[in-house]
C-alpha cells in the first residue's frame, strides 16, 4: 500500500536517508534549509520526524548522552523499509508527472 506523503514529510525522508543512520534533528533541519532554501522550525522539523516514525517509515533510538556535564542523549532517526519503497514510490509517482511536459512548462505570458 502507497502512503501519501506530505511535501516536509518527503522532504525530511529524503534528509534522514542522505544523512545515513543516525541522523538527528538539527542535521536534518540544516539539510532541508539549505536544499529548500528556506528556514524550518526545530518544532515542525521534529513534529515531522515523529510522524514519520508513527507511519513506520523511521525509526528511532536515543542515543548515549553527550560528553558534556548534564549532556543529554539525541533522537537518531533511520529509514526503514518501508521508508525506502516510499521514497521509490514518490520518486516514480513524480518521474509519471513529469513525463511528456516538454514544451508544456516553457513560460507562458501573464
Same mark, same amino acid.
Given at each position: 500500500m502507497t502512503q @501519501?506523503?506530505?511535501?516536509l514529510e518527503l522532504a525530511a525522508l529524503l534528509a534522514v536517508a542522505r544523512l545515513g543512520d543516525g541522523a538527528y534533528g538539527l542535521p536534518v533541519r540544516q539539510d532541508l534549509s539549505d536544499r529548500a532554501g528556506r528556514d524550518y522550525s526545530v518544532g515542525a522539523?521534529? @513534529?515531522t520526524l515523529q510522524r514519520l516514525e508513527t507511519k513506520g517509515l523511521l525509526t528511532s533510538r536515543a542515543s548515549d548522552?553527550?560528553?558534556v556535564r548534564g549532556g543529554r542523549s539525541r533522537?537518531?532517526?533511520?529509514v526503514t523499509g518501508a521508508g525506502a519503497r516510499a521514497i521509490r514510490d514518490a520518486q516514480q509517482e513524480a518521474a509519471a508527472m513529469w513525463a511528456g511536459m516538454g514544451s508544456a512548462i516553457r @513560460?507562458?505570458?501573464t
Amino acid at each position: 500500500m502507497t502512503q @501519501t506523503l506530505g511535501r516536509l514529510e518527503l522532504a525530511a525522508l529524503l534528509a534522514v536517508a542522505r544523512l545515513g543512520d543516525g541522523a538527528y534533528g538539527l542535521p536534518v533541519r540544516q539539510d532541508l534549509s539549505d536544499r529548500a532554501g528556506r528556514d524550518y522550525s526545530v518544532g515542525a522539523i521534529y @513534529t515531522t520526524l515523529q510522524r514519520l516514525e508513527t507511519k513506520g517509515l523511521l525509526t528511532s533510538r536515543a542515543s548515549d548522552p553527550l560528553p558534556v556535564r548534564g549532556g543529554r542523549s539525541r533522537r537518531l532517526f533511520s529509514v526503514t523499509g518501508a521508508g525506502a519503497r516510499a521514497i521509490r514510490d514518490a520518486q516514480q509517482e513524480a518521474a509519471a508527472m513529469w513525463a511528456g511536459m516538454g514544451s508544456a512548462i516553457r @513560460t507562458r505570458p501573464t
